[in-house]
């Protein structure tokens, strides 16, 4: 017996999609497999440790928690969305020049939660950088460099507001 699909009208990175999806498809894998998103990491598949993070209509959410037919009319931003190899967005930028990265598999998640805080809060202490990527793990770098980035691509953005 063949499984239902249902359809799917979402808003991804700026451009609207439709799709039939399965019932029980994971966004995570709707991001991957059907749209070809691959900077949507799968670490550990139970929202444990960020890798899959995507901005949902303005808040990250774990995309291996969510389904893809919850997202019907949403917006979606993933880490694909930030910058271009010719222009970075200034959290790509900061991650680069601040070493936030070494294997690079939790990356995205973590420009995901970094700029969710960024929007919300462009001008956040150390000790509120440290709390809002707690949600994020990384098993290379220590944090101190992510940190560091974070709190460089606040001033990066900031200079860029101000022109």
């Given at each position: ?38 900077g949507t990491h799968v670490g550990c598949e139970h929202g444990v440790c960020g890798a899959c993070n ?69 001008k956040p202490t150390r000790e509120e950088i440290v709390d809002h990527m707690s949600g994020n793990l ?26």
């Amino acid at each position: 017996m063949a499984i239902k699909k249902h359809e799917l009208s979402v808003e991804v990175n700026g451009r609207t999609v439709r799709a039939e999806v399965e019932p029980r498809m994971m966004l995570s894998d709707f991001l991957r497999h059907e749209l070809g998103l691959t900077g949507t990491h799968v670490g550990c598949e139970h929202g444990v440790c960020g890798a899959c993070n995507v901005m949902l209509n303005g808040r990250s959410a774990r995309s291996c928690l969510t389904y893809a037919v919850q997202v019907d009319g949403a917006k979606i931003e993933t880490v694909e969305s930030l910058g271009t190899i010719d222009k970075l967005h200034p959290l790509q930028q900061a991650f680069w020049e601040k070493h936030g990265l070494q294997c690079g598999f939790c990356t995205p998640g973590m420009l995901i939660s970094a700029l969710e805080l960024l929007e919300k809060n462009p001008k956040p202490t150390r000790e509120e950088i440290v709390d809002h990527m707690s949600g994020n793990l990384c098993r290379c770098t220590g944090y101190q460099n992510i940190i560091d980035a974070v709190a460089y691509a606040a001033e990066l953005m900031a200079e860029q507001a101000n022109g």
